[in-house]
């Protein structure tokens, strides 16, 4: 094989997660109330891994409950505290909320460092956790996991990470933002259903 320049490949194993020295902990504020009604109420993260040739890409993400819109999003070769906050950067970027959000995640060490808690107090955000081995609590950022996977990924292995990058990049925002229809927003997309809360909202203040 060496000379004929061949190479087994190699198999894959769920990355393990590392142990945090600093652990900071927040209640389960949000407490399954997965239907707020009005955007930036009430936000969810969580981080997925896909498979390439070479290696692990860790995908981290924000949705809006209120729209199930993925709102933030970023992909990196390590699962670190840097990429769960880059995710939400781009979630305020986007939004700029001007009130009070609630953020949940779950209690993986990128989102019990203090990091993320100095993060989330400096921008007015709320931190809210779902409890220890509880994956119902974070159901909405799992769900979305779920269809990306279904959907788009349907366990192919990816040759490069830019490849996959690529790829998934194309459904957040070519497709599911745009296009997807959820029974949840009344079989509208994500972007629809909140240009009607908008077109409502302001024909209330003209009436």
Avoid at 54 to 76: A, P, Q
Avoid at 129 to 134: A, D, E, K, L, Q
Avoid at 142 to 154: D, G, M, P, T, V
């Amino acid at each position: 094989m060496r000379i004929v320049g061949l190479r087994a490949q190699v198999g894959y194993r769920r990355p393990r997660a590392r142990a945090n020295a600093q652990d900071v902990f927040t209640p389960n504020i949000l407490d399954r109330q997965f239907n707020p009604e009005r955007p930036n109420q009430a936000w969810v993260t969580d981080i997925t891994y896909i498979k390439t040739h070479e290696g692990w890409l860790y995908l981290g993400t924000v949705l809006d409950l209120y729209s199930r819109r993925v709102i933030g999003w970023s992909m990196n070769s390590r699962i670190t505290k840097e990429l769960v906050l880059d995710a939400l950067l781009m979630a305020i970027w986007r939004r700029k909320p001007g009130g009070k959000v609630i953020v949940h995640s779950d209690q993986g060490s990128q989102y019990t460092s203090y990091d993320w808690a100095e993060f989330l107090r400096m921008n007015g955000l709320v931190g809210s956790m779902s409890r220890r081995g509880n994956c119902h609590d974070n159901a909405v950022a799992e769900s979305f996991f779920q269809l990306l996977k279904r959907e788009r990924i349907k366990r192919k292995i990816y040759m490069t990470r830019e490849e996959a990058r690529i790829d998934v990049f194309n459904y957040i925002e070519m497709f599911y933002n745009t296009k997807r229809r959820h029974g949840s927003n009344n079989g509208l997309s994500p972007v629809e259903y909140e240009r009607l809360y908008v077109k409502e909202a302001n024909k209330c203040l003209t009436n």
